[in-house]
């Protein structure tokens, strides 16, 4: 009997492990009941690979120009020792910064590994959580850990961690522009799960070295572009649910020894049949394993999950493909041929039927005549 680790290593097989990052850890919680997703995400598959091996491809999640735009504004923003970003944080979030010292933790003496990154950062902030002084102290590009799947998963954060008055803030600097005091309301959800992300980390953190987790603080700061310029902007949220709706779907993801137990002793999902990778696993073999994980596909999968094109193709046909509230509109059918059978009168309805058989007959006339009416 393998444990929950070395299952999931199989799984993934001789492909190189896709290590999570706050975005990927975020987008896990736009599905929770989905448990092929947190069986992929914790074995470290890459799902744009996998999908692209069964025919199903999605395009890169974030584009270069955005992701140019975001560099340039956190730079601008953390220029000359984070200026820009200590003005806001003493005249918008009304801190009185006296004295501010700054810590870059991209690299350690040289050395930018991930683990000698994390430990300087577990060393800086810790020590940091110690000191009584009320000064303010930022630490730009800490680097914190979780553990996913038995493995360390590092967070590498674009954010600074300000500790101001005992506790520590997270600072998050995103590139989308806030219009009139309007943002995307997408864009900020996105943001505020991706830092309640990191809030969590640091809490789990600040925990495992004998401190109470509520020295980091659950709200956050958002640092944006004001209106068409790149003037900053920033407003503090509080990210509470998302940090616990965070801290359940990981939870989640180290109970999945029942599902992993229910797959073929020999499932693999690695793209090659043999160790070279020169001769790549039939996408049927490969589309049969995935279907041995359940999944749940809802539409919001089309815009958070890289398998979404696959799970969709799944449900072709099922009402539950089009999100609970159509289905639910639909009367509950679960097929889309039962709803169009009883709307067009081709389907005799079963006695407990009636009602919603009159509905979508109605609603079909209207259809029917709105149409008529504009040919
Ligand atoms: S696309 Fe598929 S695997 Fe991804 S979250 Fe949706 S149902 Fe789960």
Not at 58 to 84: H, I, W, Y
Not at 137 to 149: A, K, N, R, S, Y
Not at 214 to 241: G, H, M, W, Y
Request: proline share 4%; with cysteine; aromatic share 6%.
């Amino acid at each position: 009997m393998h444990d929950l680790k070395t299952r999931l290593d199989m799984l993934r097989g001789s492909e190189k492990r896709k290590n999570l990052n706050a975005r990927s850890i975020a987008a896990l919680t736009a599905n929770p009941g989905c448990r092929r997703r947190s069986v992929l995400d914790a074995a470290g598959i890459d799902k744009q690979l996998l999908g692209s091996a069964i025919g199903f491809v999605m395009p890169a999640d974030q584009s270069q120009f955005a992701l140019s735009r975001g560099t340039a504004f956190e730079a601008q923003v953390k220029a000359n020792g984070c200026a820009q970003l200590l003005t806001l944080l003493r005249e918008k979030l009304e801190l009185e910064l006296a004295e501010v010292s700054y810590d870059d933790l991209e690299t350690v003496g040289g050395n930018a590994s991930p683990a000698a990154r994390h430990r300087h950062t577990v060393q800086l902030l810790t020590q940091a959580g110690s000191l009584v002084d009320e000064g303010g102290t930022l630490f730009d590009h800490p680097m914190l850990e979780l553990t996913i799947g038995g493995h360390p998963v590092h967070l590498e954060p674009d954010l600074i961690a300000f500790r101001f008055a005992g506790k520590f803030y997270i600072v998050e600097i995103k590139s989308f522009a806030v219009v009139d005091g309007q943002a995307p309301a997408a864009s900020v959800a996105a943001a505020e799960l991706q830092a309640a992300v990191y809030v969590h980390a640091m809490r789990e953190m600040v925990r495992s070295h004998g401190f109470s987790e509520q020295i980091v603080a659950s709200e956050v700061v958002l640092v944006c572009p004001q209106d068409f310029s790149n003037r900053p902007v920033a407003v503090k949220i509080d990210v509470t649910n998302h940090v616990n709706a965070v801290r359940r779907q990981l939870k989640r993801m180290q109970r999945l020894d029942s599902i992993v137990a229910m797959m073929p002793a020999d499932a693999t999902l690695d793209r090659w049949s043999d160790p070279r990778q020169l001769d790549p696993r039939p996408a049927e073999e490969l589309k049969s394993t995935l279907r041995t994980i359940e999944a749940h596909y809802v539409p919001q999968c089309l815009g958070a999950c890289e398998m979404a094109k696959f799970c969709r193709s799944e449900e072709r046909g099922s009402t539950a493909a089009l999100g609970r509230q159509v289905r639910e509109e639909l009367c509950g059918l679960e097929s889309v041929a039962e709803v169009v059978g009883l709307a067009t009168g081709t389907r005799i309805p079963a006695e407990d039927q009636a009602e919603h058989a009159r509905l979508l007959q109605l609603a079909y006339s209207y259809r029917t005549a709105f149409l008529g009416g504009a040919a």
